[in-house]
């Protein structure tokens, strides 16, 4: 089961994971050789800089070694608590990277990768309080005329309503994290959720 990464101490510098296996390259480009070692999925990387090129971004990782952002999700640490949040904890969700972040005062204690809302069901970006916890939930519905995406879950746990039916919640049924397939809701691992 994918697990996130608590933190003790802010990190030095922006971090994330491998989403699909890929080479390194030895520069930030398609064109570039290829570096002597293979990223796995769920890999942790460390990120020192990054640059725009061929319609993507590059990360550089480590000495001559460059991944891009088709295959890797970057966390960039931002301590400031967006405008309308008025306590000093909160969860930013990041819809582009698909990243999950829990700050309290000026320090990261949670990052990890999500499964936000697929087309046409986005997750809303905003600014959201969370409105109801349960430890166990049942979740039904479709959104279809047809009813074809009709789903029926049962025991969803540790799920926290924030914007209308969308919640954080486990997905039990999920493996792979990092892209948007959800309803609208943010899916997190098991552990995570916890």
Same mark, same amino acid.
């Given at each position: ?6 933190f003790?101490?802010n990190?030095?510098?922006?971090f ?5 296996q ?15 070692r ?8 460390q ?9 993507l ?11 891009n ?13 967006p405008?309308g ?7 930013e969700?990041?819809?582009l ?9 000026e ?7 999500v499964?936000?809302?697929?087309e %046409?069901f986005? /997750?809303?970006? &905003?600014? +959201? @309080?969370?409105?109801?916890?349960? %430890?166990?939930? /049942?979740?039904q &519905?479709? +959104? @279809? ?8 879950l ?21 493996t ?9 809701c943010?899916?997190l ?6």
């Open positions: 089961d994918f697990q996130g990464l608590r003790f101490a990190p030095r510098n922006d994330g994971w491998i989403v699909d890929t080479p390194s390259y030895l520069s930030p480009s398609f064109s570039s050789q290829e570096g002597d293979t990223y796995y999925r769920e890999e942790i990387i990120v020192y800089t990054s640059v725009e090129n061929e319609g971004t590059w990360y550089q990782i480590a000495p001559d070694e460059w991944v952002s088709s295959k890797a999700r970057v966390v960039r640490l931002n301590t400031t608590p405008e949040v008025s306590t000093d904890r909160w969860i969700i990041n819809l990277e698909q990243t999950l972040m829990v700050y309290e005062g320090r990261l204690l949670f990052a990890t990768l499964a936000t809302g697929l %046409p986005y /997750t809303q970006p &905003g600014v +959201f @309080e969370i409105y109801e916890k349960k %430890p166990l939930e /049942t979740m &519905g479709a +959104f @279809e005329a047809d009813r074809s995406d009709y789903y029926y049962q025991d969803v746990p540790w799920t926290m309503y924030f914007d209308q039916a969308r919640a954080l919640h486990a997905a039990y049924w999920r792979y994290f990092g892209y948007p397939q959800s309803h609208g943010v899916n691992s098991p552990g995570d959720a916890n």
